[in-house]
Structure formats: structure tokens, C-alpha cells
T-cell receptor, first 113, second 115 residues
């Protein structure tokens, strides 16, 4: 079974702190994605990566950056957390030769105080 | 991205059938998906349908695709209280800017099953 894991299920940070959210997949997938999910807004794509060291902005990249140094790991960075970044963050991955599904991690509920 | 629309809420009685509807806009979609999301959890793939199919059945789940109207539906037969969750519709398409395949998601339909 494909497994996508995220470093934390729940995280509480203060305004201005630097926050790292990590995502790891164990199936050699090329594509990895970071979304945030908010009530009434659904999933919105923040960034995605189609290969090591490659990244593309999604629909809402402002205030975020990403890092993909290894194929299995995709990190989301909040350089200076703000209260409007309180949200559920979901990581996902997919292999291009297998476009049946996008596999999701369990999510990280981030609260910024 | 393209829009995927679905109604926000649906209530059904236990044992009845549930039908959750979704409309999408991108005619070049290759696959369409239904995900289930339990409270506080990530999305779990329920089923998917290739865009050149009309119907797919998988135990209690039936997916119907009307490509002309860009309408997708998920029918859950004999709905149980354990089916209470948010159901998210998604369409997949190749992203031309890079070697990537992406999904656009609906906001989700919250299904409540009344015992």
C-alpha cells in the first residue's frame, strides 16, 4: 500500500515563527503536492513539485515556500507564520505512470496564535 | 484551475440510497474521482472513473458520468451511519507547464445519515 506520512497531526505556533511541515511518501512518486483546506473553500493548491528540486506555484503560494531535496520528501515552509495561515494542511503524491489516484497524507492541523 | 461544483449538504435515512452530485468544467479531464473525508483526517479515495466510461459499480457504490453535461454522481446503496462523512469530487488533468498531473477538487458534500 502507498503510504504518505506527515510529520505532525497537530501543531500550534505563534505569529512570526518559522514553521516546517514535512511530507514523506514511500512509493517513488514523482509528483508531490501541498494543499490547505478551509471550511467553505475546499482544497486549494499551494505548491507542487514534479521532480527533485523542481517546484511550481499553485493557486495560493503567497506566504509559503517549499523544498524538495529528495524524491520522497516534500517540505512546506511558512517563513513567518500568520494567523490567517491557521488551517488543515494536506500533502499528496502521485506517480505519472499511474494516474488513477492522488494519495493523501493524514493532514496537519496548524493553529497560529 | 477549473471549477468543480457540488452541493454542501445531504441528509438521508439509514438504509436509503444517497446520491451525491458534482459538475465540472474541464472537458479534457482524464479521470474523475470521489474521495471520502472523515472528521480531522485526510482524503481517502473511494472510487474513480475514466472519462470515456459512463458508469462504474463497486459494491455499494455506483458512479455515473454524463460527459456531455459534465455531470458526475456517486450513489451509495443501503446507506449506513458509518457512511457519514464529507464526499469530495475531483477531476484530473495533465498540467501542461510541467510533467505533472493535477486534480481540481470540489468543496465537498457533507453526508449526514439519520438512524
Amino acid at each position: 500500500d502507498v503510504k504518505v506520512t506527515q510529520s505532525s497531526r497537530y501543531l500550534v505556533k505563534r505569529t512570526g515563527e518559522k514553521v516546517f511541515l514535512e511530507c514523506v511518501q514511500d512509493m517513488d512518486h514523482e509528483n508531490m503536492f501541498w494543499y490547505r483546506q478551509d471550511p467553505g473553500l475546499g482544497l486549494r493548491l499551494i505548491y507542487f513539485s514534479y521532480d527533485v528540486k523542481m517546484k511550481e506555484k499553485g493557486d495560493i503560494p503567497e506566504g509559503y515556500s517549499v523544498s524538495r531535496e529528495k524524491k520522497e520528501r516534500f517540505s512546506l515552509i511558512l517563513e513567518s507564520a500568520s494567523t490567517n495561515q491557521t488551517s488543515m494542511y494536506l500533502c499528496a503524491s502521485i506517480r505519472l505512470a499511474d494516474t488513477d489516484t492522488q494519495y493523501f497524507g493524514p493532514g496537519t492541523r496548524l493553529t497560529v496564535l | 484551475g477549473e471549477d468543480v461544483e457540488q452541493s454542501l449538504f445531504l441528509s438521508v435515512r439509514e438504509g436509503d440510497s444517497s446520491v451525491i452530485n458534482c459538475t465540472y468544467t474541464d472537458s479534457s479531464s482524464t479521470y474523475l474521482y470521489w474521495y471520502k473525508q472523515e472528521p480531522g483526517a485526510g482524503l481517502q479515495l473511494l472510487t474513480y472513473i475514466f472519462s470515456n466510461m459512463d458508469m462504474k459499480q463497486d459494491q455499494r457504490l455506483t458512479v455515473l458520468l454524463n460527459k456531455k453535461d459534465k455531470h458526475l454522481s456517486l450513489r451509495i446503496a443501503d446507506t449506513q451511519t458509518g457512511d457519514s462523512a464529507i464526499y469530495v469530487c475531483a477531476e484530473g488533468f495533465a498540467y501542461s507547464g510541467a510533467g505533472s498531473y493535477q486534480l481540481t477538487f470540489g468543496k465537498g458534500t457533507k453526508l449526514s445519515v439519520i438512524p
